[in-house]
């Protein structure tokens, strides 16, 4: 999600404190000068991801700081993917293929789950990958298909939502 | 009362031939053929008996004439093709719609070879003798799919759509999800339950449903796009525990064919994907969500196949060509 105050002195620093006290990641600080506003006050944006369920406890926490909250964006700025793979995955490396996203350094893989049938047999996996942007997102799940189609895996993709 | 002449006997022709002679649709059979024999009769002739005759005898009528003799000599305004489909040739099928157009004779088929194969050239020969070529039941079987497009949804750009369009893929992955099988016993059960051939192949390596999305995008966008042209990956690798992983996030999975042409997209490929989807049906049936600039998004759910509900797709056309051409007292 994303907040946006003014910077106002202490605002920023009275901010951070419940973010952390919720459980909350900052992901970014954005100052911003407003260009029709000719004083000098700066727009200040906090994106940050929030455990499910914590925001109401984090705007009254807010609130008791002083801290003046002009707007909240839900939209998630963090992009996240679940895949599931299908094949010889330690056969053909894993940890390379793991790698491979991780190396990029705009997205990486934050969960990876995996079924280990009997020796020989394919195994499955369900692979979660974070990205920044929709963009890099794409050019990650671009490199797991890449990489897939030459490990002869089965990529399973989710279905994206209609935009 | 418009006249037809049926082309095939098997599921589809026979469930077609049935309702004709049930319902009061206004239409008489002057024509029919099986693989083996035919019979033409311009005063209409007695469906029922011929009918029992085709089950008894295993072929329907008299076994000098054949299905191209009747396409020429029977009096008819429309031709009903529901002859097997032959995803490389098209044929016999091609062949017998080229002649029933080409004597200014409509054309209503089921039969997925011709209008993925030789729809543009179909067409043209169509609109050159002022004739209407439909092919509702080529697409999702019961689902009204093409009049929504053409009727309800005119107007509308239709900027991608999303199906599920093989009833044999989404029953094996529902029986996986749900039961905890492995591809192979549940392709088992679809086989015992009628749901599947005996070469499973068409269906379980999506190339059915790529069929049906050539024809979708041809129809939707005139695209000219080919079998060759979509991204195709089938269900037979799947393994239970990919359902169960999928399953652990609220989630199934499904074979989902996909156009979206602003992103270059055309693919059939199993997907991971909500199991509150609107798309996720459970056994048999088909679904498809259109999205388009005005209505936004429609999906549409129903039976995929079946006898009757495959005739119930094609007496729609044929009462459609009634309406739109046919005059008579
Ligand atoms: N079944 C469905 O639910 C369904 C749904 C949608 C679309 N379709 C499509 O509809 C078409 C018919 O399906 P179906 O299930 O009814 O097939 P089917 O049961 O195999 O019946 C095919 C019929 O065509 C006849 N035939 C075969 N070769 C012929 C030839 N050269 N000339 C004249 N007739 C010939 C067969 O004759 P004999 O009786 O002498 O063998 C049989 O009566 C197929 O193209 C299929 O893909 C089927």
Redesign the interface.
Known sequence: MKLEMKDSPGQLVAALKPISEVGGNIIAVIHQREPDLDNDTLNVQIVLELPEGRQERLISLLNEQGVRIQRIDKERLLYQR???M?GHLMHTDLSDTVDQIDSTGFAEVCEL?M?M?AVNE?????ITIKAVSKGDMEAALAILRRVSHQKSL?L????EE?S | MMNVALIGLGSVGRGVAGMIAKKDLGIAITGIADSQSGCMDPDGLDIASLLAGKSRKGYVSDQKISASDVIKKAEYDALIEVTPTNALTGEPAIGYIKAALSQKKHVVTSNKGPIALAYKELRMIAEKNGVALRYEATVAGAIPIMHTLEHGLAGNEIL?L?GVLNGTCNYILSRMAAEGLTYEQALMEAREMGYAEADPTYDVQGIDAAIKLVILANTIWGNGVQLNDIDR?GID???P??L???E??G?T?RL?A?AIPRKHILRV?????EKN?P?VVDGTLNAL?L?TDMAK?ITLIGRGAGSTETASAIIGDLLFIKDRYVQRA
């Open positions: 679940t895949v599931i299908i789950s079924s049938p394919r195994s499955s996996s369900r089965l399973i993709e989710p279905l209609i | 991608a999303y990956t690798l799947l393994t525990d990919a169960r992983l999928a652990d996030e989630c999975i989902i996909e490929s199993p997907r991971i994907i989807h798309l969500t999205e998004e």
